[in-house]
């Protein structure tokens, strides 16, 4: 079935340092989503990257879409403590989306 | 934006007793609905996509017979997990789309359940 790779698994940043986590597919992608799950918490939806080479900004988060549309990237820039959490991935694969396994996000204040 | 809610938040059983969990979409019609274990500091795994109307789509590897769905209504789905033992101790989510697909998905609080 299709898998996506998300790198890496877990990072701990000093506050105001960035962070960047990947996901990587063997197979061109219709889309890519990604989900920020705070500790204790449920998914929520971040965004949706539908064309190639796509980039979006929300506030200090880039995420971008590789031109081959395989990979994708999520970059937070200057983290807060408010960033904690973990960040997923998601794919489309037949009606049903998969999930990256995620990379946790600590913050040192 | 949507808005999905889940009962029980938390729920503590004996082994052997049924565990019923629900899922309902607030303020929109959810035509799809999926249900999602994750084990500690693991990924979200789909474990069945259900339609309002039809019978539940399983995931290789999970037992119908064990988790039943239901999804009677176009904003109310169940989850019952039967005869549950301590492996089934997890953190049990719920999702919502609009469509018939895979889009954007709204997940509910989620069902903690610790099974002695």
């Known amino acids: 079935g299709q898998q996506v790779m998300q790198i890496p698994q877990y990072q701990h940043v000093q506050e105001g340092e960035d962070f960047t986590t990947y996901c990587n597919s063997s197979?061109?992608?219709?889309?890519i989503q990604w989900y920020k799950q705070r500790p204790g918490g449920h998914p929520v939806f971040l965004i949706q990257?539908?064309?190639?080479?796509e980039v979006k900004k929300q506030k200090r988060l880039t995420f971008q879409f590789g031109e081959a549309k395989k990979n994708s990237s999520l970059h937070i820039t200057a983290t807060q403590t408010t960033d904690v959490g973990t960040y997923f991935c998601?794919?489309?694969?037949?009606?049903?989306?998969?999930f990256g396994a995620g990379t946790i996000l600590r913050v040192k204040s | 934006g949507a808005v999905v809610s889940q009962h029980p938040s938390r729920v503590i059983c004996k082994s052997g007793t049924s565990v019923k969990i629900e899922c309902r979409s607030l303020?929109?019609?959810?035509?799809?609905m999926f249900w999602y274990r994750q084990f500690p500091k693991q990924s979200l795994m789909l474990m069945a996509t259900?339609?309002?109307?039809?019978?539940?789509?399983?995931e290789q590897g999970v037992e119908k017979d064990k988790f039943l769905i239901n999804h009677a209504s176009l904003t109310l789905s169940t989850l019952t997990v039967t005869s549950a033992h301590p492996e089934d101790s997890s953190f049990y989510i719920c999702?919502?789309?609009?469509?018939?697909?895979?889009?954007?998905?709204?997940f509910g609080p989620g069902t903690r359940l610790l099974v002695l």
């Open positions: 999702s919502a789309s609009v469509g018939r697909s895979k889009e954007t998905q709204y």
């Open positions: 197979t061109t992608l219709s889309n």
């Open positions: 990257l539908v064309k190639s080479g």
């Open positions: 998601a794919v489309e694969y037949g009606n049903k989306l998969v």
């Open positions: 303020d929109f019609q959810a035509t799809t």
């Open positions: 259900s339609n309002e109307g039809s019978k539940a789509t399983y």
